[in-house]
């Protein structure tokens, strides 16, 4: 099956700087790729998603880049704020072999003021 | 405001309970997951549903069960809750679809004594 590496499984960054969080996945196939935070006692909630026949993808401060012959991809929050605290998780997913997303580790994010 | 609940917030249960969690989702969506979380090791899927009265096995489903009688109720079962079955339960649901957004309920904190 599908499984997604996450790393740094901590970061913290001081306000204003960035942060880049790196996923790598072993199914060929995958082609959908969401980017989730969770905030503390929170479920996850989507931010930013990418499919396979994309390279990036921006959304304000957070951008998400595909590189598919590599199999990873990567999320970057530019000028970060303290309300980005949180743990990220990337995931994957094969819509041929179904519907389940398949999830990194997690990253705890602190941003300090 | 389209909205994952998950029953309960909080439960302790005794082992060889049996436990019922319980997940209902008001989008209308094919699909329903149940995960488990755990520090370290992120999230990692016990078992899905894509349609009423239909289920398919995840990555740790060994001690649990799902039932789905309605298409908007999902429901996990501890048949004999045990000490490591201590954890956050999270729910998520979609639509059927390659590129669908998976929504999350808040989860629910196991713990088993």
């Known amino acids: 099956g599908e499984n997604v590496e996450q790393h740094p499984s901590t970061l913290s960054v001081q306000e204003g700087d960035s942060a880049v969080i790196k996923c790598t996945y072993s199914?060929?196939?995958?082609?959908?790729f969401p980017w989730y935070k969770q905030e503390l006692g929170k479920g996850p909630q989507l931010i930013i998603d990418?499919?396979?026949?994309?390279g990036e993808k921006k959304d304000q401060r957070i951008a998400v880049t595909l590189n598919k012959t590599a199999k990873h991809f990567s999320l970057h929050i530019t000028e970060t704020q303290p309300e980005d605290s949180a743990v990220y998780f990337c995931?994957?997913?094969?819509?041929?072999?179904?519907?389940?997303?398949?999830f990194g580790k997690g990253t705890s994010l602190l941003v300090t003021p | 405001d389209v909205k994952v609940t998950q029953s309960s917030r909080y439960l302790v249960k005794r082992t060889g309970e049996k436990v019922f969690l319980e997940c209902v989702q008001d989008?209308?969506?094919?699909?329903m997951f149940w995960y488990r979380q755990d520090p370290g090791l992120g999230l990692r899927l016990i078992y899905f549903?894509?349609?009423?009265?239909?289920?398919e096995k995840g990555d740790i489903p060994e001690g649990y069960s799902v039932s789905r009688e309605k298409k908007e109720r999902f429901s996990l079962i501890l048949e004999s809750a045990s000490t490591n079955q201590t954890s956050m339960y999270l729910c998520a649901s979609t639509h059927q679809g390659a590129v669908s957004e998976a929504f999350f309920g808040q989860g629910t904190r196991l713990t088993v004594v």
């Open positions: 995931a994957a997913r094969n819509s041929n072999s179904g519907y389940a997303l398949n």
């Open positions: 549903s894509y349609d009423v009265k239909m289920k």
């Open positions: 199914d060929s196939a995958s082609n959908y």
């Open positions: 990418i499919r396979s026949n994309v």
């Open positions: 989008m209308d969506h094919e699909n």
